[in-house]
């Protein structure tokens, strides 16, 4: 009952008590029976009473609780829901609210998991992003940009980018990205861990409200590390190229000068002449011979023509040249292949693989040397293994003895007609046939080159 003297009712309960005890004042002096006026304000007053509880629970309570509910939702939770018995306007308006909370609810997933999909993004960009406001805090920073530049992330959020960002040319970026209010890029270089030199990109977006006002920029850090290198690469190699190439013009041309200023009036001198003129011309065929097969081998789209192959069959086309030139060497030179080795693969690049690592086996092997040429089935590999006891290689030089141009002793290669393009040119058929290659070599030992091509090249 004390329910019903609420602050809502209260006013009412106390007008209505006030009109009855008026009523009852003014009416008692003209009635007679005061009994019966009494009792029907008494009655009057109970049904009032009985009317504002009615009114109390189908009405006030419900919407009390519809309006803590809507309170709930405005919190942001959108669980709450309104659970009441009733009809009508009442039930009306509960079930909209639920319906809302309902809404606000899918809303809130759908808003979670797409910020969530944006974090992971950012966060598994292979890019360094910074997001900074207009005034210069930074509001953003993903996890590839800590990786860089160490700290965490609580140290960059909310702060000044030059206080905590400690590089000139990222200050420089993001002062130029603000200032002509386009994209800028830079590019530096920094020292990880003190040890290796990396090179980064750094592109300043600026940002722009629906106005066209200036909101921030995005700083993008790309590693460019691989790209500097291959462009280094590229670089030394033309340049060796040049070189390799200058040699034997240089001296062609200087002989054949020679010859028609009149130097070759003495027969023995023009034979001697015309023969160095023809081995510089040698040597440049053989360069350019290679520099042309390592550049098919690397042009996009290049094609291996795959055969089934015999490698009885294929060592025994290359074996006769190869065996005059043992002999002509002075070394003892043995062949062991397996019985019915076959071999999905591309038949001259084989066979450029087994000339080269021969070549090098009989150039670097002393007289009276040996070298061996073993041809073996493996569980998924075809193993070819060239072995000699020459010179062998430092180790200090194996690392580099793939590389273009490499060449242990620069003269000596020479001398056997070498280009320094030999181990390149077999590495790169080895890695296009998805095999693997390694060696082994111990100084004035000898050396034994291993070559694994698989026995079905994948498609
Ligand atoms: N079997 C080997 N024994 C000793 N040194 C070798 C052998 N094979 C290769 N090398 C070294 O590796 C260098 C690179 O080999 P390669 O690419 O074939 O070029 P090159 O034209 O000089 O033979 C050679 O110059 C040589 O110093
Ligand atoms: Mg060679």
Do not use: C
């Not at 042009?299 to 055969?307: D, H, N, R, S």
Request: proline share 2%; glycine share 6%.
């Amino acid at each position: 009952m004390s329910r019903i003297f609420t602050r809502a009712f209260f006013p009412y309960i106390v007008g209505f008590t006030l009109a009855i005890i008026l009523t009852t004042v003014f009416l008692a002096p003209l009635t007679e029976n005061k009994v019966m006026l009494i009792s029907v304000l008494a009655a009057l007053f109970v049904t009032l009473l009985i009317m504002l509880l009615h009114f109390q629970e189908r009405f006030i309570k419900p919407m009390r609780k519809v309006t803590e509910t809507l309170h709930d939702i405005a919190r942001g939770n959108y669980r709450a829901r309104v659970h009441f018995q009733t009809t009508g306007d009442v039930a009306e308006l509960s079930n909209r609210v639920n319906q809302l909370a309902r809404y606000m609810s899918e809303i809130s997933i759908q808003e979670k998991m797409r910020s969530e999909q944006l974090a992971s993004v950012i966060d598994n960009t292979e890019s360094g992003l910074v997001l900074i406001d207009e005034k210069g805090y930074i509001h953003l920073v993903n996890s590839k940009f800590l990786s860089i530049f160490g700290k965490r992330e609580k140290d960059y959020n909310g702060y000044l980018y030059h206080e905590v960002i400690d590089n000139e040319i990222i200050h420089q970026t993001v002062h130029d990205t603000f200032l002509y209010e386009k994209n800028v890029k830079e590019e530096f270089s920094y020292y990880n861990g003190g040890v290796d030199k990396n090179y980064l990109e750094v592109l300043g977006v600026p940002i722009f409200s629906s106005r066209n006002r200036l909101k921030g920029a995005v700083l993008v850090l790309y590693d460019i590390t691989e790209l500097k290198k291959l462009e280094g690469m590229r670089k030394d190699f033309v340049a060796n190229v040049s070189h390799e190439l200058k040699t034997p013009i240089t001296s062609i041309k200087g002989f054949a000068e020679t010859l028609l200023d009149g130097g070759g009036d003495d027969a023995q001198v023009r034979e001697e002449f015309l023969q160095i003129i023809y081995k510089e011309s040698d040597r440049l065929q053989l360069l350019i011979d290679d520099l042309l097969r390592l550049s098919q081998l690397e042009k996009e789209g290049f094609q291996l023509a795959v055969a089934e192959l015999d490698m009885h069959s294929l060592v025994g086309d290359i074996l006769p040249p190869i065996k005059h030139k043992a002999e002509r060497e002075g070394l003892e030179f043995s062949v062991e292949i397996e019985e019915d080795v076959k071999l999905e693969a591309d038949e001259e690049k084989v066979k450029q693989i087994l000339i080269n690592l021969l070549d090098n086996a009989f150039n670097y092997t002393p007289e009276q040397g040996e070298v061996w040429l073993r041809i073996a089935e493996e569980e998924e590999y075809v193993h070819i293994q060239v072995e000699d006891t020459g010179i062998g290689i430092a180790k200090e030089a194996l690392p580099r003895i793939f590389e273009r141009f490499y060449r242990v002793d620069k003269a000596r290669s020479r001398n056997t007609g070498g280009t320094g393009l030999g181990l390149a040119i077999v590495k790169h058929i080895v890695e296009v046939h998805e095999g693997l290659i390694n060696i082994k070599s111990e100084l004035n030992e000898g050396t034994a080159i291993h070559v694994y091509l698989p026995k079905q090249i994948k498609a």
